[in-house]
């Protein structure tokens, strides 16, 4: 009996194939967005997630509020600050970095792009190394006695920056200084730091005149220690050598689990109100299957009329248009689908082209795709209830007359 239900649907709405389509279009889009938004935010947490735990979780991030990773704070952290951060007890090594935006000039073409100050002490540079991914593809890393001497990230190597791809060997200038380029990073997937330069921390300060002075501080707790707990007892001698009061403090002290619930809030608000303006085409979709159902019961009012007369109950009629508009939810829903998915596939497959396999790591999450269907087919229903009681209420005499 309830395939009966789905046949007589399915061979109305293939009946009217042009106003079946255009039935179709905005559940199909609404399905379309949603799902291709939800799996590429999804894919790019994965990718965030697959970074921090390359990161390690025993590292901390020490910065001066306000700016930008210490660009435009008022607030520096120091030497005095990184000397008490390495003689703590619960830290195994700290290194201080800098970090500006420089000017960068290479075959009389000029760039502006952010350059690194990192410590040339093998087991700090070590320790950055590992916390900021960088992993050398051609030539070597900054060694202690090395001045003006640069790493160059991956984009570099190619010919977009300069028209011509920069070599080892050759010179570049970086705020009008001569540096030699000793090497190049494998690509690491964000644009920044993959037009991103390495010089000594020494040379960083004298070429920008930060003096003794750091964009930001990472450290690597010791083994066996609780990285949270170190980051507040952190906090308690800096705020002591600041004299600062709790609450007062000009720095933050960031673990990669707080970094990662910061990106994944940002994340969640963006698809939030993206899905939010989305879901106006399946509104929009609703209202078009509610249409097409009113019209089809004008249509084939004689048709309901007749099924009356051979017995056919009003909760039969009701149900009979019901699971047709459930259908064109659910037909919608499914097309939504497959272009959502095929969708968020190619947008993986361009990011990663350009951008490298770390920024993207997709997942096809079968409940949500469960869900959509569900919803879409839900829609269809709720859209359908107004037209499939009016179609119940008919009067069979009157149908029957009906011209």
Do not use: C
């Not at 042009?18 to 039935?23: A, C, G, I, K």
């Not at 004298?206 to 750091?214: H, P």
């Not at 089809?296 to 056919?312: H, P």
């Not at 097309?335 to 350009?354: N, P, R, W």
């Amino acid at each position: 009996m309830l395939t009966d239900y789905f046949q007589i649907a399915f061979k109305e709405a293939k009946r009217r194939k042009l106003r079946s389509f255009l039935t179709l279009v905005g559940i199909f889009i609404g399905i379309a967005a949603i799902i291709s938004l939800i799996t590429l935010g999804q894919g790019l947490e994965n990718a965030i997630s697959n970074q921090f735990s390359q990161l390690g979780k025993d590292k901390l991030f020490i910065l001066p509020k306000g700016g930008f990773w210490g660009m435009g704070s008022s607030v520096q952290l120091t030497e005095d600050d990184l000397d008490t951060i390495k003689q703590a007890s619960g830290t195994k090594v700290a290194a201080g970095l800098g970090f500006s935006y420089g000017r960068y000039e290479f075959n009389d073409l000029v760039q502006y792009n952010f350059v690194n100050g990192v410590p040339l002490d093998s087991e700090e540079l070590k320790l950055v190394s590992e916390a900021q991914n960088w992993k050398l593809q051609e030539g070597r890393m900054l060694e202690s006695g090395d001045k003006y001497k640069i790493v160059l990230g991956n984009e570099y190597t190619k010919e977009d920056l300069f028209d011509t791809q920069v070599e080892l060997g050759d010179k570049i200038k970086v705020q009008n200084q001569d540096f030699k380029v000793i090497g190049f990073l494998e690509k690491i997937g964000s644009p920044p730091d993959d037009k991103a330069g390495i010089i000594p921390i020494d040379t960083h300060q004298e070429l920008f005149s930060t003096g003794k002075n750091y964009g930001f501080i990472i450290a690597q707790v010791q083994s066996g220690e609780d990285p949270a707990t170190i980051a507040e007892e952190l906090k308690k001698e800096l705020r002591k050598k600041h004299n600062l009061d709790v609450g007062e403090e000009d720095f933050s002290i960031e673990t990669p689990e707080n970094l990662m619930a910061t990106f994944s809030t940002i994340l969640d608000i963006v698809q939030i109100v993206l899905i939010g303006i989305t879901a106006i085409s399946l509104l929009v979709g609703g209202i078009g299957i509610m249409n097409t159902m009113y019209t089809s019961v004008l249509q084939r009012t004689k048709e309901i009329g007749l099924m009356k007369a051979v017995g056919a109950r009003n909760s039969q009629i009701m149900f009979l248009f019901l699971v047709e508009s459930g259908l064109y939810g659910l037909v919608g829903g499914l097309l939504g689908v497959i272009a959502g998915v095929s969708l968020a596939k190619i947008a993986e497959k361009v990011l990663q082209q350009f951008l490298g396999p770390a920024f993207m790591a997709i997942e096809i999450n079968w409940l949500i795709v469960g869900g959509a269907l569900l919803f879409s087919f839900l829609i269809g229903v709720l859209s359908g209830i107004a037209p499939a009681r009016r179609a119940s209420k008919l009067n069979p005499v009157d149908s029957l007359r009906y011209e």
